[in-house]
């Protein structure tokens, strides 16, 4: 299959671990001349997942990520959009243009309506098979994994599942998915250099969304697929949507207080909604914590959760454990209260408290109360921020 080279980085060491953890340098690797039969594929593709004719914001961010990896190859960068109407298609189609698609390549077929494994792979696997994309990137959603990995066992190609970075290798053309591996003790940058297209999954929240230019136009191609209802197995009955949705929510608060084992009971949870309701944010957790039922498992932040990028992170009785840093070191500055000086989270915080959060918490709703009463602006520089431990 696909997996040629897989790096892994560390501590800012390259090194194989495929060829027996060899010590070499990026730089230092031979140029590779590109296969006259890969040399045909061109352009990078961003499969813009929908569902009812919403657009799900990863789609926006790997288009942003797609625009950079294009200006390095030079190359185009095209959108694929799927759906059952022309009208819901078109919508999506102008938003993937305002987001910085070249090209929009759109099948429209009832059979598109709801997501199914069968018509999807299919009508993907054709356009690539047809237009022969360098590169394929899909959200590392539930829907666009399952498309992804069959789609990518269809083509007999390389898939790097979850990314949290990509980039180029200019010498070889080829695309560096970088996403963290062993439990997240490692990130693995893996290529796929002898097989086309070069398929990706990324993260939905590490990658930002960049700035929509509306009316930004394109080349919009249509394309007819022969889908034969009959033949697929899969029957949407119902389609429920999620009722409340805290994935998007986190990703989009601009504040949000993680809590952790420290917090010692799922009760004091409620402290911590408090103040983010006072700093109108969201609540998001450690994954012992969502284990252990005191928190829903939408709200678990890191790894093997979702990744955010506030403005402000607040954790709160979190030891700031790697798996739990892939997914908050993205936010614009971490204030860590933790009562042990020597907890992980001190060397990456930006402000470090130490002390028990029962003290620290309350204290700080107390201040946040008075001032939301007395109206007086949070950031002005000439009241500083004071809490008075009781
Ligand atoms: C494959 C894998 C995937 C994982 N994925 C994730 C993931 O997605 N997200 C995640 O978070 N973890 C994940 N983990 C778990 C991770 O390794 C850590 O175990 C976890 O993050 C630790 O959670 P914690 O900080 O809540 O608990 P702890 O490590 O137990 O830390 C609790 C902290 O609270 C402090 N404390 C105690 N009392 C107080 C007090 N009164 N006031 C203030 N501070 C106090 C302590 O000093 C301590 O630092 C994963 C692990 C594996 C192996």
């Known amino acids: 299959m696909g997996l040629s080279i897989l790096f892994a980085e560390q501590k800012g060491e390259r090194f194989t671990m495929a060829e027996g953890a060899e010590k ?15 040399a045909e594929y061109r352009g990078i593709w961003v499969f813009i997942e929908q569902e009812e004719g919403i657009a799900h914001p990863v789609s926006w961010e790997l288009l942003g990520r797609a625009r950079y990896l294009a200006t390095t190859l030079e190359v185009e960068v095209a959108a694929v959009v799927f759906g059952e109407s022309q009208e819901k298609v078109e919508k999506i189609t102008a938003e993937a243009l305002s987001y910085g698609a070249d090209k929009v390549y759109q099948v429209v077929d009832p059979a598109l309506c709801d997501y199914r494994s069968d018509p999807y792979t299919d009508c993907l696997v054709n356009l690539v098979r047809k237009y022969k994309p360098e ?15 069959s789609v990518a066992t269809l083509l007999e190609t390389g898939l790097t599942a979850d990314c949290t970075e990509l980039s180029i290798d200019v010498e070889s053309r080829s695309l560096e998915a970088t996403r963290p591996t062993f439990g997240g003790s490692l990130l693995c940058t893996i290529l796929t250099l002898n097989y086309r297209p070069q398929m ?77 309701d006072l700093l109108g944010g969201e609540v998001g957790g450690t994954r012992p914590v969502v284990q252990a039922g005191w928190l829903e498992a939408e709200r678990q932040i890191g790894q093997t ?22 997914g908050i070191e993205k936010a614009g500055m971490i204030v860590a209260i933790n009562s042990d000086p020597n907890a992980p989270i001190f060397d990456y915080a930006d402000i470090g408290i130490v002390g028990d959060f029962l003290e620290i918490i309350p204290a700080l709703i107390r201040v946040l109360k008075k001032r939301q009463s007395t109206k007086t602006e949070l950031h002005a520089k000439d009241k500083p921020f004071e809490i008075e431990l009781k």
């Open 135 to 149: 590169i394929l990137l899909l959200g590392a959603t539930a829907l666009s994994r399952d498309l992804a990995s």
């Open 200 to 276: 990706a999954t990324a993260r939905p929240g590490v990658l930002p969304i960049p700035t929509a230019e509306p009316g930004r136009k394109g080349i919009v191609i249509r394309e007819q697929m022969q889908i034969d209802e009959e033949k697929i197995l899969t029957k949407v009955l119902s389609f429920i949507p999620e009722p409340y949705k805290t994935a998007e929510k986190l990703s989009t608060a601009e504040v949000v207080v993680g809590g952790g084992r420290g917090l010692k009971q799922p009760g004091h949870f409620a402290l911590l909604r408090e103040l983010a």
């Open 305 to 326: 959760g979702k990744t955010i990028r506030p403005k402000i992170y607040i954790a709160v009785g979190i030891s700031g454990a790697i798996q739990h840093r892939v």
């Open 24 to 38: 070499t340098k990026s730089s230092k690797r031979k140029k590779i001349a590109l296969d006259p039969k890969l």
